[in-house]
């Protein structure tokens, strides 16, 4: 009961304002963050090996769940998460503003968008920032050496994804990146990752519904994992295009990809590291909801899709990626689709606009529609890819 005590006196010293709120945030942080680090100290935290992780991609799930604490420990980390991306949001946009960090918005694409241009962009800061202190300071990286990974694809792509929003709002030349160096990028990393996944993680294996041992691909995991990591990048990065609907469908498939690495009982990292996720999202999504203060940019677009897909791939479970990330597929078919029949037709187009969440909104749905609608189908791939990788 003091934990929530603490929680909720320095939540409502936040909106104080003045000598007297900063006074009390002072008071009462060093206090709660004892008390977090005694809760997550709870137990002894099991070592993690490179054979722990190999065993536990497409673990068996059923009765031999993790301890609750493990659940707990990640709970309180995304509410962690939440708290801290909160207090960094509204620096990080002013700093954004003052540096004349802003979108500029296509004419040919969403229609009524305009009125968002000059929007700050690059606002994924405001859940990067605060995740890589969770990882770092409450998540024992000496142990889980696993999270070097993670780490390491948070701080790449949203540095790759950083420079591409700043070429494309700041000085002369404001296209951006082209999409080949940007993609020749992408696969670097990728691939480096993968070759991590592969030798020191040991991970060459898919689980499948209803096959009681996952398979064993070889070195044919090395492609698919490249393609996978780049593949739902870009699809994160097609799904940024409304307020709130990348950052929303991201943090359903973390929290999905959460619950079933605690029904596996193996990684207790990756349920710190989802939950941790999906509570930065929520942060940023404070300042994100429609209208939009700020848009996560590259910088967050492309490091939540590489990050969700090394999730999935550590886990095993990553066939089942296309169904808990439901949307991000719809999102980039349906552009790849409309590029393919307007070449095979001459100039005809399948889709009024592509992405098809501009097409919904040429069709009449309003902005919060569209947004509403695809967290809906996010949530029931989402339960129903907890529920195949149960089976």
């Known amino acids: 009961m003091h934990v929530w005590n603490e929680f909720i006196t320095l939540a409502t010293s936040l909106y104080v304002g003045g000598a007297h709120g900063h006074a009390v945030v002072g008071a009462h942080s060093t206090g709660l963050l004892d008390l977090l680090g005694s809760v997550l100290a709870q137990q002894a935290t099991p070592t993690v090996t490179a054979a722990t992780v190999e065993a536990a991609q497409g673990a068996p799930i059923g009765p031999e769940a993790m301890e609750p604490v493990v659940m707990i420990r990640g709970l309180i980390l995304g509410a962690v998460g939440f708290l801290l991306g909160v207090l960094v949001g509204k620096p990080v946009i002013n700093w954004l503003r003052h540096r004349g960090i802003g979108k500029h918005i296509r004419v040919e694409g969403s229609p009524g968008h305009q009125v968002k241009t000059g929007t700050p962009t690059m606002g994924g800061l405001i859940f990067l920032i605060p995740l890589v202190l969770i990882i770092v300071v409450f998540m024992d990286l000496l142990t889980f050496k ?8 948070v701080i790449s792509c949203g540095i790759l994804g950083g420079v591409d929003d ?12 082209t999409a080949r160096f940007k993609m020749a990028w992408l696969l670097a990393i990728s691939t480096l990752a993968a070759f991590i996944l592969y030798f020191p993680l040991g991970l060459h294996t898919v689980s499948v519904p209803f096959v ?6 070889g070195l044919l995991y090395i492609p698919i994992a490249i393609f996978v990591i780049a593949g739902c990048a870009n699809a994160v990065n097609f799904t940024d295009g409304l307020d709130s609907l990348a950052g929303g469908t991201s943090a359903i498939a973390f929290v999905s990809y959460g619950i079933i690495a605690f029904l596996q009982s193996q990684q207790p990292q990756i349920v710190y590291l989802c939950f941790a996720v999906a509570g930065v999202l929520l942060a940023f999504l404070w300042f994100n909801a429609y209208p939009a203060m700020a848009f996560m940019g590259d910088a967050g677009s492309l490091t939540l899709g590489a990050l969700l897909a090394v999730c999935a791939l550590m886990t095993g479970q990553w066939l089942l990626l296309p169904l808990v990330g439901i949307v991000f597929v719809a999102e980039t078919v349906s552009d790849i689709l409309q590029v393919l029949y307007f070449k095979l037709t001459g100039g005809k187009r399948l889709f009024k606009r592509a992405p098809v969440h501009i097409h919904f909104e040429m069709i009449g749905w309003s902005e919060t529609q569209v947004t509403m609608r695809f967290w809906m189908v996010s949530i029931v791939g989402g339960m129903l890819g907890v529920a195949l990788a149960l089976l």
């Open 146 to 153: 696993s999270l070097l990974l993670p780490l390491g694809i």
């Open 166 to 177: 700043l070429m494309s709002t700041v000085g002369r030349n404001r296209g951006g990146m």
């Open 212 to 217: 009681t041992e996952p398979i064993s691909i």
